[in-house]
């Protein structure tokens, strides 16, 4: 029973309370639920921060991967006219080394031409 009439009371109380004190009630309760608003939004901006910073990160290794892979494959290419300019000389060398062994099989065989003309004689 006392619970019925302190509601009551409470319910009066509601009723004859002016209307200056309703609307600081809601203010307070305008100005509880901005600031739960503002920190949310200032929790989604922070988190966004962190998004846009991963997804700038993943952008720049991106385009390291790109770059270095575009130097490697340029840094062969030298290397590789580089070790063609210095294989030039064994290239030469080479070919006097063939020159020199053929010279040597036309003399030999020139020289076994004349013996077997000169025993025929």
Known sequence: MLSAVQKSVGV?????????????TF???????????????????HLQGHLLS??????ERARLVAQSTLQVA???RALGIAHGVFRIPEVFRNLVGHFTE???????LSSHLVLS?????
Do not use: M, N, T, Y
């Open 102 to 108: 053929l010279a040597h099989e036309f003399a030999e």
């Open 12 to 24: 009066l109380a509601r009723l004859i309370q002016g209307p200056a004190e309703r609307v600081e």
């Open 54 to 59: 991963a997804a700038a990160e993943l952008v």
């Open 74 to 76: 340029l840094s062969k």
């Open 117 to 121: 003309v000169a025993r025929r004689l």
């Open 27 to 45: 203010l307070a309760r305008l100005c509880k639920s901005f600031r739960r608003a503002l920190s949310l939004a200032l929790l989604a901006h």
